[in-house]
């Protein structure tokens, strides 16, 4: 592996860090006051972005995204973690499993989102089920040609902005040695089709203005047509192209710890105490000192998995590790940075307290801390036997 950047990489994260800096950062504390993103806003940004050339930077250049490698776009969504989720939604970045789509499907649903013109949003998520994907209640059943959903999805980001959603439903049941498991299918589904409706979410004290959504379905008739892939291929076809979503997660963890380890360092050197900044006592530099080592780590472990996905190497293991350590680490360095600042770290006139708060969602979304070391110690000992 090669630990320096080429010069389109550092370009990316040059272009990218400017950008946050200058377009978002204004405008995270209106969205945190008032908890949305005003639609001009969001139509603004996204604008900005395919102005700048940097739209649905994941997809390949032959349909029309910015064809950028794993580890590029590591790099690219670690500079958006810097900056408020709501805002960044709009720098688009189409859910990958997209690129199943069939010819028909790729001119009604990829093409249009990575021209900016549709936004996607991904649902799984059910009340009685989170991880545990073939437990899901929401169901299809087959009616001639077309198929009949009924059952909620909760949980769903960024439903309240998304022109379509993809959506998994169990379909059917197969039998397995571990005993009978569900069959699950992958649809199309447009917003404003009859028997679909996206209602507000819950109240979340992460990531205000980046909504979670619920979605019903009530007889929703949905033609074969928009089945994506096959008929109850969804599993497959979402372990073929989603596991890098929690990629995703670690890069934007570390750019957010960055910019709160950031903070804490100019505080610590400003901030005087007894007669000397307060990063001259051990208490606080020993705390600088473990703050940038875990940020550090958590880095180069994230960059480590996407290069190995760049290489074609098994990363699964690799990918869990770094969604794990990096969302964990980002709890503890927001914390350290808010307690450095004592008591104005609490105060909304820094946003360490927003940081704090986002903090907490990481460790639970794309697959809970616990379910990530299950994957770990899996990938450890299935070549075992165990």
Known sequence: MDFGLTAEQKLVVDTVRDFVERELYPHEEAVEQSGRVPPELGESIKRKVIELGFYAPNLPVEMGGGGLDHLTFTLLERELGRASMALTVFWGRPSGILMGCNAEQRERYLHPAARGERLDALAMTEPGAGSDVRGMQCSARRDGDDW??????????????????????????????????????????????????????????????????????????????????????????????????????????????????????????????????????????????????????????????AWRLDQGLAANREIASAKLYASEMLARVTDEALQIHGGMGLMDDLPLARFWRDARVERIWDGTSEIQRHIIGRELLRPLGA
């Not at 397995?176 to 447009?190: A, E, M």
């Not at 105490?273 to 703050?291: C, N, T």
């Open 148 to 305: 009949i959903v009924n059952g909620t999805k909760h949980f769903i980001s960024h439903a309240d902005v998304a022109d379509f959603v993809i959506v998994f439903v169990a379909t059917g049941e197969e039998d397995t040695q571990r005993g009978p498991k569900k069959l699950i299918t992958c649809f199309l589904v447009d917003r404003g089709t009859p028997g679909f409706d996206i209602r507000p979410g819950y109240d979340s004290v992460s990531h205000r203005g980046y909504h979670n959504c619920v979605l019903a379905f009530d007889d929703c008739r949905l033609p074969s047509a928009q089945i994506l892939g096959e008929p109850h291929g969804g599993f497959e076809l979402a372990n073929e192209w989603l596991y890098g979503t929690r990629l995703t997660v670690a890069a934007m963890c570390v750019g957010r710890a960055r910019r709160a380890f950031d903070l804490a360092l100019g505080y610590a050197a400003e901030r005087s105490q007894f007669g000397q900044p307060i990063g001259r006592f051990q208490g606080v530099s020993f705390k600088l000192a473990d703050m940038v080592t875990e940020i550090d780590a958590a880095d180069w472990m994230t960059l480590a998995a």
